[in-house]
Each structure stands twice: as structure tokens, then as C-alpha cells.
């Protein structure tokens, strides 16, 4: 029976944290509508889940060193990334954007993003060190660079939008889910920038498993946590504000927007 390490208990952070988020995505979904939002939370859903495997499969290891676990704990750590791009590119369908952009625009954005994700599971799968420390392969960095090239053209695609939709009003809903892009992005290019260094820079501060805890503490998973937590916290402020004034709307005291859907 091993010991508890630093890096358990930080595992152990997310395993409290990361379901109560779950819950809270679970919650938005079925106010707005299993399908109308489904393109925004589910994917909120899915990291709040690999992190609690990822999680348990690190407090596994404490007796029980298996590669095979540590593979798991890897893929869950890398692939993470991809449901919060994807994230970011349901906040924006849900904004109402059909007018402003081609219709394909962020299904391609998407497509992008989920070969990204492919090319992780696959990089990591196939990776045959026995050591405990992966370094990044070929396959694994270009997964990150692909999620990088998406982040900034959601960040882009979001400062755009809003530019178009100031000139001819931006809905109180609308307006939240702006926010939930604008207070979170740092926190989670903090995020991104810490999976860069890791894979390209050699740095074994930054290296999955026997790098400094404290660094991926600070730069992964509290900078994930809250950039998680802010997207959460206004997309339901969005859903009551929309439900609201969808009540004033059913009293003839205020008309709702077509697009703002929460």
C-alpha cells in the first residue's frame, strides 16, 4: 500500500469538485433544452467526467502502479482540452450568430477540434515508455497545436461577434454568455500554455506525472477548475435571465429576441 502524495491530493481536489460542476451543466442542459443546448454543456459534462476518472485512476495508482492506469490519467488529461474549446464554440452558437457567419463556419471549427482530440487519444495510446513520465510524441504535440490554433480563432471569432452585435444590440442573455467567453479565457489560456511548455519545451517541471505538483496545481487544474466554474456560473445566469424574460414576454411587458436562447 503506497502513500498519499501531493499530487493524490490534488486529485482528490478534483474528485470534489469537478462532479458538483457535472451537476450544475446537467442542470443548465434540461432548463434549456435537451437539444437546444446539447452543442454547449454536454461537453462540460464530458471533461467534469474524464477529470473524475482521471482523478480516480491516480488515487488507483497509489496501489496499484499499473501502466495501463497511468496511460488512462494521460489520455484524460490531454483530451480534456478539447470539450472546453468545444465549449466555447456552443457558447457562441447559443449566442445566436446564424446571420453573422457562414453555417459552416463552426461546425468546421468543431470537426477541427475533434481530430485534435483523435490525434491525442492516439499519440498517448500507442506511446510505449514504461517510465511514468510521456513525453510528448509527434502525434501528442500536434494535438496540442491544433487545439491552440482553435482556441485563438474562438477568441477571435468571439471579439468579432461582439463587435457585430454591439452595433445592433446585444440581448441581456446574450450579453452573459459574452462574459462567460471573456472572464474564463485567461484561466484557461493559462491552461494551454502550461500543456505547451510541457510538450515542447522539455521542461520536466512540467512533465504529466513526475513533474512540480505545485506548477501543475496552479497552471492546470485550478486554472480549468475556474474557467469550468465562470462558464457555469453565467450560462445559469443566462438560462434565469431568458426564462425571465420569457415570463415578462407571456405578460406583454417585454418582447424576447428570437436568437437569445440561453
Known amino acids: 500500500?503506497?502513500?498519499?502524495?501531493?499530487?493524490?491530493?490534488?486529485?482528490?481536489?478534483?474528485?470534489?469538485?469537478?462532479?458538483?460542476?457535472?451537476?450544475?451543466?446537467?442542470?443548465?442542459?434540461?432548463?434549456?433544452?435537451?437539444?437546444?443546448?446539447?452543442?454547449?454543456?454536454?461537453?462540460?459534462?464530458?471533461?467534469?467526467?474524464?477529470?473524475?476518472?482521471?482523478?480516480?485512476?491516480?488515487?488507483?495508482?497509489?496501489?496499484?502502479?499499473?501502466?495501463?492506469?497511468?496511460?488512462?490519467?494521460?489520455?484524460?488529461?490531454?483530451?480534456?482540452?478539447?470539450?472546453?474549446?468545444?465549449?466555447?464554440?456552443?457558447?457562441?452558437?447559443?449566442?445566436?450568430?446564424?446571420?453573422?457567419?457562414?453555417?459552416?463556419?463552426?461546425?468546421?471549427?468543431?470537426?477541427?477540434s475533434l481530430t485534435g482530440l483523435i490525434l491525442g487519444i492516439v499519440g498517448i495510446s500507442i506511446y510505449n515508455d514504461t517510465t511514468g513520465t510521456f513525453h510528448a510524441t509527434g502525434i501528442v504535440k500536434a494535438a496540442l497545436v491544433i487545439f491552440l490554433v482553435v482556441f485563438a480563432v474562438v477568441l477571435l471569432t468571439a471579439v468579432w461577434l461582439f463587435l457585430q452585435l454591439r452595433q445592433s444590440g446585444i440581448t441581456a442573455v446574450q450579453k452573459k454568455l459574452f462574459l462567460a467567453i471573456a472572464f474564463s479565457s485567461p484561466f484557461l489560456l493559462v491552461r494551454m500554455v502550461y500543456a505547451a511548455i510541457g510538450d515542447f519545451a522539455n521542461d520536466p517541471r512540467f512533465v504529466v506525472f513526475t513533474g512540480n505538483a505545485t506548477i501543475y496545481l496552479c497552471m492546470d487544474v485550478l486554472e480549468e477548475i475556474i474557467a469550468v466554474a465562470l462558464c457555469v456560473g453565467f450560462g445559469m445566469s443566462a438560462v434565469f435571465e431568458n426564462e425571465h424574460e420569457q415570463r415578462l414576454a407571456r405578460r406583454g411587458e417585454f418582447p424576447v429576441g428570437s436568437e437569445a436562447k440561453a
Request: proline letters at 3%.
Open 1 to 112: 500500500m503506497g502513500t498519499v502524495t501531493y499530487r493524490d491530493g490534488i486529485a482528490i481536489i478534483q474528485l470534489a469538485v469537478f462532479p458538483v460542476l457535472l451537476l450544475c451543466a446537467v442542470f443548465i442542459w434540461k432548463r434549456t433544452g435537451w437539444k437546444a443546448a446539447g452543442s454547449t454543456w454536454r461537453f462540460v459534462i464530458t471533461l467534469s467526467l474524464l477529470r473524475i476518472i482521471g482523478a480516480i485512476c491516480t488515487l488507483v495508482t497509489i496501489s496499484n502502479q499499473s501502466t495501463s492506469l497511468y496511460i488512462t490519467v494521460a489520455v484524460c488529461e490531454l483530451i480534456g482540452i478539447a470539450p472546453l474549446t468545444l465549449t466555447y464554440i456552443g457558447l457562441l452558437k447559443q449566442i445566436g450568430i446564424k446571420t453573422k457567419l457562414h453555417r459552416w463556419f463552426l461546425p468546421g471549427v468543431s470537426l477541427t
